[in-house]
């Protein structure tokens, strides 16, 4: 029994693995495959349906380029936020994290809101998800990734008050590196759709 | 020495029970699921064998009303739904959440709860898509579902609806399941275990898994786009809007073929694993056989549009998918000639399983000839929509699939259970449930070449299909025998079958270096690994003398510490509960109700948050590396 | 054909080799130890690999090139007969736009002439199936497909829906006619006749109809039927009646088959029908137009069965009419 106490039982050793990638972030990573197939789907459907719409309005009369850059630059911000939020939890700096943190809560929560009122002022103008093929498959793509966003400021609210808690320290940060992950992910997934969908047709 | 579990008390605490039913609701023991999804999908598989001996007997003569054509709609659709869905893709994630971690000596899966997820959200979404039946009829668009017929103007009732709402529930838990299983076999192979030792059945899963990943999400879009023109006025597919329903049929392909491989890479697997135990030789080309799988997955995601050669895709698009679909029969056919090899001489023993493996050989190959035909565009054109591609799609996965895994339950239930089943019944069913499937379903050959389309309720007598509809129909009572019969090899063995032993095959695998069946932590002890088939290199050392082993037989052996330490994951509700909340939510957006809904929603969080804090759980083991011996045993926190 | 038999070589050859390892290494007995641990070649893994290579390339080249022969788009051409061809549930329309002829379930083209069909569907998806003359299209609404069949000889040839449309989807049959160039011009003449309004005032008068023939003809619009079916001259000339989402009647007596061909049209089949149109195809879109208790149902029904299989015969003594060119 001696060998066994001598072992330890407030540490276990950590247990061996196969590779060098934690378990939770290559199970992030291969759900971020999946979710890149998914968002694909969605906007392969706008692409194949792109110009075929019987009835306006059309994307050209409701887009409004730089109030969308602007929305996408404060998204693009906030994924720097999280660089430092990651960075400061790494090196035991934890109200930093908690700071930066909140940062990218912040940008994330300003960023839906640019979502919010854009999807208003395009049903005043009459873009409903039953008006045409612009409608529906707009609404469906643009709406999931700002679910996506919504569920990652939830994710991360959810981050900080657990910090305060129960004890945090960068031995904890493999789970804010996969929060961060997706937070990337879903920035670049805005970026794609912000090229493809609004972008392109102005060029 | 126990020590009680030092997690939350009371009802959000993890549970501890080991026995009753709510323990097999709160487990999240790899072998315990394995055994749920066995189960579960040996339920459904009766259900789609009742379905399809309905479709059977309504055909069995021609200008029948046994059944309505509307009946017979739904019969058809529930059928491929049960057996794609609910039957044959979970047995394959069933064996691999039983066999996998045994097979590359880990002692469960990475994420234990999110694998009880899985199994319960297949299970509840495929009760969900059952009662459809009893609430204004099951689905009857085929279980291809094209869209315009999914509109709600050409199809009011429910049953789209219980289509489109369960299989996307559904999906959900494939997926998760796939990922636990990628991270799984990436981070929890013993020390000695590199990738290309792992058993076959591991890398095929390991593929299988990537497929899922990349195939289920279009599904899911298409499935949602649905949802949303059906529930809330979306116009994805109205035609009126200009709606393409060729779009589905893409989404749907590409999800849809390489389900096809997700469904039958797991049953290569399987091949690979009794071909050579009962030839004592190893598997003939294992490289090869990775490799091949490896390409067939990615070539899976290039044929999609062979599913479409009718629809007026234009020469280019046609001539394209045609060649890739030549090219998928390649690797496909090394495999078979790579099978044929490994039995070549060895000593071969014509077990219940093996015979399995055989039929499996020869209707499956008997299946690819036949694809490699349809794979020719121009006589696609001619056979697509027909009985002919009907008796094609069977004999590859009615007879690849499923006889694959009847014959992996002879050679496995022995180590789940401990009891061997009866070699004698087994015989008696294998002889009624083979050739009367070929009774089925080589007449559709024909069927389809004279003229027979599918999907309908019944056909004009004297047109030359009479006499083949009516074969086939007694084909389904010969297998339907052979059906009870297994049941009958299923129930005897488990009840009163001989003990097993822990290696009642002289097999080859780590699975058999265990007790039958294996504790709850898998493995006394993880033997060592020093080669491929790495049970059977213990067995025969002199193997690793003859240049076979290529690692580093000293340095491997080095880890010497005395005492080994592990943990076992702890039992929750919350994946249950989870998957509860979810399958409510499904039926509150089918009946649009959003109180239901909402409710729902929130459940969902606060069952999730409850799931990321409820608290380790679980027990720490110390063993004796030497003996096996628990030295101790102690709450998680 | 060349495909298949290489696919029986190929398993005789795969099958020879399965068969005789299973009798010549079955376990016996004296078999000592294990067997000799093989794992493989490279030598036999590369030629089992090129064999099926050269197989696939030497299918694929036939391959691309029937592909492109069908398929490739095309204009039609004046010697081409075309065809637009309307799917509905659960019946085929049929309409020659250069001839003017609009017709159902019933499609004729002379055999010395390529037939070339557009498709369309008005509803969900249908597919245009004939086994004996060709390969099928599939009929996808608001998409424009195309098909081209020819045939060797003259002769009936039967269709199929191959698409599952619901509800009576077993019962959307079809047929085409290869017929001689001398038969199918009276055939079309027919159709002139009846639905081209300048043509239709310059017919021959139609010859003296019998008592149950007129009877069904007044029936036909006292029952509601010209509220959804067209018989081109039953108003006044080039007025239809009707609408286009139900079979066009025009020249029925003329028709092989009655119900997207699920019967012969005889007086009794078609009576039948009349009579039940559920019973014989369920879930169509035809009413049931008598009831059951009716005391005038047998004799209405016979009339206007007479009627419409009087149309398009221009002798209703002999049966002779303008389509057979003399025989019925």
Known sequence: MSQATALGHAEHKPPYRSSKLPDVKLLMWVFLASDCMMFGAMIGTYLVYKGRSLVGPYPLDLFDIPLTTVSTFVLLMSSFLMVLALDALRKDKISQFRLWTTGVIVFGTIFLGFQVFEFSHFMELGLYQKTNLFGSSFYMLTGTHGIHVAVGVLWLIALVVASYIRPTASKDAVYLDIAALYWHFVDIVWIVIFTVVYLVDFV | MASASASAPGLLGRPTGTRGISSWITTVDHKRLGILYLVTSFIFLLAGSIEAGLIRAQLALPEQQLVSPDFFNQLFTMHGLTMVFLAIMPMGIGLANYFVPLGIGARDLAFPRLNSFGYWIYALSGIMIYTSIFLGGAPDVGWVAYAPLTSLSANPGNGVDFYMIGLAINGIGTLVTAMNLIVTIVNFRAPGMTYMRMPLFAWMMFITSFLIIFAFPPLTIALVQIVFDRSFNFVFYVTQAGGMPILWQHLFWIFGHPEVYIIILPAFGVISEIIPTFSRKPLFGYPIMVLSGIFIGFMGFAVWSHHMFTTGLGPVANAVFSITSFIIGIPTGIKVFNWIATLWGGHIRFTVSLMYAIAFLVTFVLGGITGIMVAVAPFDQQVHDTYFVVAHFHYVMGGGALLTFLGAAHYWIPKMSGRMLSERLGKWAFWFLVPGFHIIFFPQHLMGLVGMPRRIQTYEANIGLDFFNLASSIGAGVMGIGLVLFLITLVQGLLRGKPAGDDPWDGRTLEWATTSPPPAYGFHVVPKILDRDPLWVLKHPEMLEGGHYQGDLAAEAADDEEFESFHMPGASWMPFMTALSIVMGGYGVLYQNWFLALLALALLIFFVFAWAFEGLGGEHYTVRKATGEIVSVEGGH | ?328
Not at chain 3, 140 to 162: K, T
Not at chain 3, 166 to 178: D, E, I, K, N, P
Not at chain 3, 252 to 262: D, M, N, P, Q, Y
Not at chain 3, 304 to 324: H, I, K, R, W
Request: hydrophobic fraction near 45%; charge should be negative; aromatic fraction near 10%.
């Open chain 3, 1 to 328: 054909m060349f495909t298949f038999w290489l696919s029986v070589v190929v398993l005789v050859l795969v099958g020879a080799a399965l068969i005789y390892a299973l009798v010549r290494f079955r376990s016996r007995p004296s078999d000592k130890g294990i067997p000799k641990q093989v794992h493989g070649s490279v030598l036999i893994e590369a030629i089992w690999t090129t064999l099926p290579v050269i197989i696939i390339i030497m299918i694929a080249i036939p391959t691309v090139r029937a592909i492109f022969e069908t398929e490739s788009r095309f204009e039609p051409t004046e010697d081409d007969i075309v065809v637009n061809v309307m799917g509905h549930q659960w019946w085929w329309s049929f309409e020659y736009p250069d001839l003017g002829i609009v017709t159902a379930n019933e499609l004729r083209f002379p055999v010395d002439r390529r037939l070339v069909l557009n498709v369309d569907s008005a509803d969900v998806l249908h597919s245009f199936w004939v086994p004996r003359l060709g390969g099928k299209i599939d009929l996808i609404p608001g998409q424009d497909n195309r098909l081209w069949l020819n045939s060797n000889e003259v002769g009936e040839f039967y269709g199929h829906c191959a698409e599952l449309c619901l509800g009576a989807h077993a019962y959307m049959r079809f047929r085409v006619f290869a017929d001689t160039p001398e038969d199918f011009d009276a055939w079309a003449e027919a159709f002139q006749q009846a639905q081209v309004p300048e043509l239709a005032a310059q017919a021959p008068a139609a010859p003296a109809q019998s008592e149950l023939v007129q009877q069904g003809e007044a029936l036909f619009a006292q029952k509601g039927c010209i509220a959804c079916h067209n018989v081109s001259g039953y108003l006044t000339e080039g007025v239809r009646t009707g609408t286009p989402n139900y079979p066009d009647l025009t020249n029925f007596g003329l028709r092989e088959t009655v119900a997207a061909a699920v019967m012969a049209n005889t007086p009794e089949n078609l009576a039948a029908w009349l009579s039940d149109p559920q019973a014989i195809k369920p879930g169509n879109y035809m009413p049931t137009l008598w009831a059951a208790d009716d005391p005038n149902r047998e004799e209405e029904i016979a009339a206007v069965a007479a009627y419409l299989l009087s149309l398009g015969v221009t002798d209703p003594e002999s049966g002779e009419d303008l389509a057979m060119g003399g025989a019925n």
